[in-house]
């Protein structure tokens, strides 16, 4: 993936996929997306990224020798729903692995579905933990996005006050319980901590909170228009003055929905941002581009994610001679693969990756700052 060469023989190659079809596929693989739901947004960039792995996979050989298809299903719906899905493409496609890009409840349900039956690569940030047998992780976990970017950003903004606010499940409470520690261990203090319901659309009380508490840096695990409303709202309280802000989930749509007037003082921590400047990146950008249009679906780390997913499961497979389970999990510890991110390498089940930090001010990110080869303490023993 060095030049426009390759690059055309990636699309040629996802296009000969795309009209042939099923008749030329000997591997299927699953891929679970949210198509519909609060995730629906990222739908169309994962499937992009998908494809265009795919692409990349065969015109490399494929899968031991073999050529891939991908089986898509929507799981942007309730658990109880993407179960039914994905047996579906499972029993009755003959899905072989499959690679997922949905919340955590799907997870969890789905790890009751597969019982390490069947190869099951998960790629958007979560919150850590997940250790079944089968299972692969991609996606940045939150001591990969805050153990080595809160003390930079402490040091560089002069940041000793932090206000903690988020949705409440999971992934912001867990989230958070590590950001106190990272914290406290740079010098710092917590003077505020608030979950809001999914539901909410009015941050008022919130922002006089963080005003009175004296925060200087505001740390955010709100997800999707939550995040965007409160960051509109945090600007026109005139609070970016007072505080920087820090999100671990806000990517490129996001910042697009928070605007350019909205997002003075505002970070984000993640695997993977469209304004990366490695050669893998552009190049990754420059294949998108050509496969898909101009107008494609924008690039952001949770659309990307599915990309790395499947080139993990390329090279455990061809590792392995094999994708079932059992010969995947005796090369799995310590496999390494490339990505537009850089090199990821398999650690207790989690990838160890470059984390990025990316300033939004003026509506689009530049990057600050990288912090290679970052391990996930939520990583498997």
Not at 245 to 272: P, Q, V
Request: charged share 15%; net charge negative.
């Amino acid at each position: 993936m060095n030049n426009r060469f390759l690059i055309s023989i990636f699309s040629a190659a996802f296009s000969a996929v795309m009209l042939a079809g099923a008749a030329f596929a000997e591997v299927k693989i699953g891929v679970l997306v949210p198509d519909s739901g609060p995730a629906g947004l990222f739908g169309p960039s994962t499937r992009h990224s998908a494809q265009l792995a795919a692409a990349e996979i065969n015109a490399a050989g494929g899968i031991n020798g073999e050529q891939i298809e991908l089986v898509f299903a929507d799981v942007g719906v309730p658990p109880a729903e993407a179960v039914q899905a994905a047996l579906k493409v499972w029993k009755a496609e003959g899905a072989e692995a499959f690679i997922g890009m949905h919340d955590s409840a799907v997870r969890e349900a789905l790890t009751g579905l597969f019982k390490g039956g069947v190869p099951y690569v998960y790629t958007p940030v979560y919150e850590g933990g997940a250790c079944s047998e089968g299972l692969y992780v991609t996606g940045e976990t939150p001591s990969q996005q805050l153990a080595p970017v809160i003390p930079f950003l402490m040091k560089k903004e002069k940041v000793r006050k932090w206000y903690l606010i988020g949705n409440d499940y999971n992934w912001p409470r867990d989230t958070n319980a590590l950001a106190r520690g990272y914290i406290d261990d740079a010098g710092g203090e917590v003077v505020g901590e608030e979950y809001l319901p999914f539901t909410v659309a009015e941050f008022d009380s919130s922002l006089q909170k963080i005003r009175q508490s004296g925060a200087d840096g505001v740390l955010i695990t709100l997800v999707g228009g939550a995040s965007v409303g409160f960051n509109v709202a945090f600007a026109s309280f005139g609070l970016d003055q007072q505080a920087i802000r820090l999100g671990t989930l806000i990517e490129e749509n996001t910042l697009a929905g928070i605007g350019a007037d909205n997002a003075n003082r505002l970070y984000s921590s993640a695997g993977y941002f469209s304004a990366i400047k490695t050669e893998a990146a552009r190049d990754f950008a420059t294949s998108y581009s050509e496969m898909f249009g101009e107008d494609a679906a924008p690039l952001n780390s949770l659309g990307q994610s599915a990309y790395d997913g499947l080139m993990l499961l390329a090279k455990l497979g061809n590792s392995a001679g094999s994708l079932q389970v059992a010969e995947l999990e005796k090369v799995a510890e310590g496999i390494s693969f490339e990505s537009p991110r850089g090199t990821g390498t398999l650690t207790g089940r989690h990838v160890a990756q470059t984390i990025y930090l990316a300033n939004g001010t003026g509506g689009t990110f530049d990057i600050t700052a990288s912090f290679d080869s970052v391990a996930s303490a939520e990583a498997c023993p």
